[in-house]
């Protein structure tokens, strides 16, 4: 139902899913197992996967720290977007490659869902996208000592106001990897 005219695909966005960024993240390797999931879904389906990368002052570009997990394999020809903002829109090619995608409907997951995640889908949204949160493939630390709820709290409710998100001609929602369709 996207707003962008000819922009039939789907791809399948995968933020921030580095070294540092789910060192100590709530359910971490359950979350990277349905993201393999999802990559395998699209892959299959020749459903592009986009990838998105974040370096600030912490998180060097190039360093260690900064690299996908190593769980995690990208193939050569899927699209690797920088950014440095939380919104993966934010002066980035990330529209460019979109459009020439002919993408209209995003397919979220990646860290942090506090972040980075609940940036993105907005971005999405209003830009004219479709977008849809995997409520099991995405995931953020625990920074309760700074006032925020716990983890699992920031991702229920993050998958709880997503689920019925929506703008004229354009619509959130949220799936679990099992019920992915490409």
């Not at 892959?43 to 370096?55: E, G, K, Y």
């Not at 506090?114 to 949204?125: E, K, N, P, Y």
């Not at 354009?170 to 099992?178: E, L």
């Amino acid at each position: 139902m996207t707003t962008l005219p000819d922009r039939p695909r789907t791809a399948l966005v995968v933020i921030d899913v580095q070294n540092k960024v789910v060192a100590g993240a709530h359910r971490r390797d359950d979350v990277i197992a349905n993201i393999n999931t999802l990559i395998d879904k699209a892959r299959t389906a020749d459903v592009p996967v986009i990838w998105v990368q974040h370096s600030d002052d912490e998180l060097e570009y190039g360093s260690e720290s900064w690299q996908y997990v190593p769980e995690l394999t990208r193939r050569d020809s899927e699209p690797l977007v920088h950014k440095k903002y939380t919104d993966s829109f934010e002066e980035t090619d990330l529209e460019s490659v979109l459009a020439e995608l002919k993408v209209g409907r995003l397919v979220v997951s990646g860290a942090q869902t506090d972040a980075c995640i609940r940036s993105t889908l907005h971005g999405a949204v209003v830009r004219g996208y479709d977008a849809t949160l995997v409520a099991d493939a995405h995931t953020t630390e625990d920074l309760s000592k700074y006032g925020a709820p716990a983890p699992e709290q920031v991702i229920a409710h993050t998958n709880l106001y997503w689920k019925w998100h929506s703008a004229p001609g354009r619509r959130g929602g949220t799936v679990d990897t099992a019920d992915v369709m490409f």
